[in-house]
């Protein structure tokens, strides 16, 4: 098969591929080698390359193909792995340049899954530092820069990972979200990205953000993300919280959508700017569902904005996290991270627990009563496209200077813990990607795939083959 080809193959065609004999995991290894090393330079999408483990696994993967026992669908399909999750072997740095380069012992439980699952490891992607932010740099790697247009920036904090997913630089990218660190990258690099239920994938060390971090894939398809969660989405005795009984999210996809009421919200009910493009993008994306057979009614779920709850769990983490590295040490790292872990100082446990309990709980509460009415609820990802590379937010200034202020759809639904799911509705009129979230009862993954799925299939999305620039930021 010609390498050409292989770069538009998703994980579900490879497995078809490799069980035919058409194709060898070690031909795609290479092939994906190959774009990585031409592409890496002008989008900086990796911390951690290794290609001879690279090309060890595809060894091993094709005489399991050639012996007719793969492991799993996904034995032999390339992985990426964001750089907060261990890797037997690997350094797991977090984006910081003073955290230790020394190689993990031992793999965290979605890698530890993967590699039981016979998956080939690429690399490990790049992040802002300790996930702190929905932007793309670091002070370890730099600016991770976006595909569709290297001048803005690709979102965070699963940067790298939605990089390589738009460029299909392997075909199941794994990353984090707290606040939106999957859904936002998703949405501004035209992929798909799932924040499941929180104790749908396991995770260990427990994220110093607690109850809002999320593990989840980001692919190009939802099908591919789909597999990927047959193989992660399974307890692990190192995380307590992970208690969700595994389910056939592949088996999921191909349902209809009639009968399905949906509430479809502009804006959340919050006073924030959308970008023209997004809510003609959005109100289009939402036409189609209906033309698929739900029934979709204009709806907030009454909420007022979370961010006073989210900033005392969010700013907590951060002081957690930078609890033990020296003063010294800190004046290296991302200020802005800094300057959010003196404020989590400063928070009382009184005040940590009211978030984390009675304040997190009435908007689950909220929601809950939300999803008596609707089964879904579909809002944009983000008011507005990708932005300037390198600003914490738009130069133009109208959601001034906190990047949460950008970031208004993602976190409500960290703090609820429900599945969340961002899919590309379409491009805007500078070319950029815009992207659909879908938000579904606490767990309920497998239907909010399916949705997304059917969306994906009636409103297909053309992905980009390589890097480029040119396309004018909105101001």
Request: proline letters at 8%.
């Amino acid at each position: 098969m010609p390498e050409s080809a292989i770069s538009q193959l998703g994980a579900a065609d490879l497995g078809s591929a490799f069980a035919a004999g058409k194709l060898s995991p070690v031909e795609v290894a290479r092939d994906h080698l190959a774009r990585i090393e031409a592409f890496e330079p002008r989008v900086n999408a990796f911390v951690h390359r290794d290609a001879e483990t690279t090309l060890a696994m595809a060894r091993a993967s094709e005489a399991r193909w050639r012996q007719k026992v793969p492991l799993s669908p996904l034995d032999g399909v390339p992985v990426t792995i964001k750089d907060n999750l261990a890797v037997a072997g690997w350094p797991n740095r977090r984006g910081s340049a003073v955290s230790s380069a020394t190689p993990e012992a031992r793999d965290c439980p979605v890698a530890d899954k993967l590699r039981a699952a016979g998956a080939v490891f690429l690399g490990k992607t790049t992040m802002p530092e300790y996930g702190w932010k929905g932007c793309a740099d670091s002070p370890l790697t730099g600016m991770t820069r976006n595909p569709w247009d290297l001048s803005t920036s690709p979102g965070g904090s699963s940067s790298g990972a939605a990089v390589c997913a738009a460029l299909n630089l392997g075909c199941v990218h794994l990353g984090t979200d707290g606040a939106g660190s999957i859904r936002i990258p998703a949405a501004f690099t035209g992929v798909f990205g799932i924040k499941p239920s929180f104790g749908r994938v396991p995770a260990y060390p427990i994220s110093t953000m607690g109850a809002l971090a999320h593990l989840g894939p980001l692919t190009r398809t939802v099908r591919d993300s789909a597999l990927a969660l047959d193989v992660i989405a399974r307890p692990d005795p190192r995380d307590m919280m992970a208690n969700l009984p595994p389910e056939n999210f592949a088996e999921g996809l191909g349902r209809s959508l009639m009968g399905l009421r949906i509430g479809f919200s502009a804006k959340l009910g919050f006073e924030v700017e959308v970008d023209p493009d997004i809510a003609r993008l959005t109100r289009e994306a939402v036409d189609v569902l209906a033309s698929l057979g739900a029934a979709v009614e204009e709806a907030d779920p009454g909420f007022a904005d979370p961010i006073a709850p989210l900033m005392v769990l969010w700013a907590s983490g951060a002081a957690l996290a930078l609890a033990s590295i020296p003063k010294a040490d800190q004046a290296r790292m991302d200020p802005g991270l800094v300057a959010i872990a003196r404020m989590g100082e400063g928070i009382s446990s009184a005040a940590y627990l009211e978030a984390l309990l009675y304040q997190r709980n009435a908007l689950a509460m909220r929601m809950n009563a939300f999803h008596d009415r609707f089964d879904l609820l579909v809002t944009p990802t983000l008011p507005l496209p990708a932005f300037e590379a390198g600003c914490l937010s738009p130069q133009h200034g109208r959601y001034g200077t906190d990047w949460t202020r950008w970031t208004p759809f993602t976190y409500p639904f960290n703090l609820t813990q429900q599945p969340a799911a961002s899919v590309p509705s379409g491009l805007t009129r500078g070319g950029l990607p815009a992207g659909l979230q879908i938000v579904g009862r606490y767990g309920a993954d497998r239907l909010v795939m399916a949705v997304a799925e059917a969306f994906e299939k009636a409103r297909p999305f053309a992905p980009i083959s390589a890097p480029k620039s040119g396309v004018k930021v909105a101001g």
